[in-house]
């Protein structure tokens, strides 16, 4: 059974910087992509950074140059820091994996598994 459980979310003030782990089991780590995803109250989730098992790292415009994307694969964590956070990165950040055709990594509908999910919550 596929597992992703994240953690390392919290309150800091804009800014400031956090890190994300997410710790997958039940399948091929190395071998699946695996990427961040994000969604706040009365918006859609939105596709934040991905990790490729074949492939370049991606990020959203929004995020890119303050968020990095990396996974070990001996430890089966995917990580996201996250410095320079801003409020609008206020949310609930969430891992998935699965096999994603080229070209729809950023996209939530091409993951078949997530995690329950971390909250971040950034103050001006």
């Known amino acids: 059974k596929v597992q992703l459980v994240e953690s390392g979310g919290g309150s800091v003030q804009a800014g400031g910087s956090l890190r994300l782990s997410c710790v997958g089991s039940g399948y091929s780590f190395a071998a699946y992509d695996m990427g961040w995803f994000r969604q706040s109250p009365g918006k859609e989730r939105e596709g934040v950074a991905v990790?490729?098992?074949?492939?370049?790292?991606r990020y959203a415009d929004s995020v890119n140059g303050r968020f990095t994307i990396s996974r070990d694969s001996a430890k089966n964590i995917l990580y996201l820091q996250m410095n320079d956070l801003k409020p609008e990165d206020t949310a609930t950040y969430y891992c998935a994996t699965g096999l994603v055709p080229r070209g729809r990594q950023l996209l939530d509908t091409a993951y078949p598994y997530w995690g329950q999910g971390t909250q971040v919550t950034i103050s001006s």
């Open positions: 990790s490729p098992s074949r492939g370049s790292i």
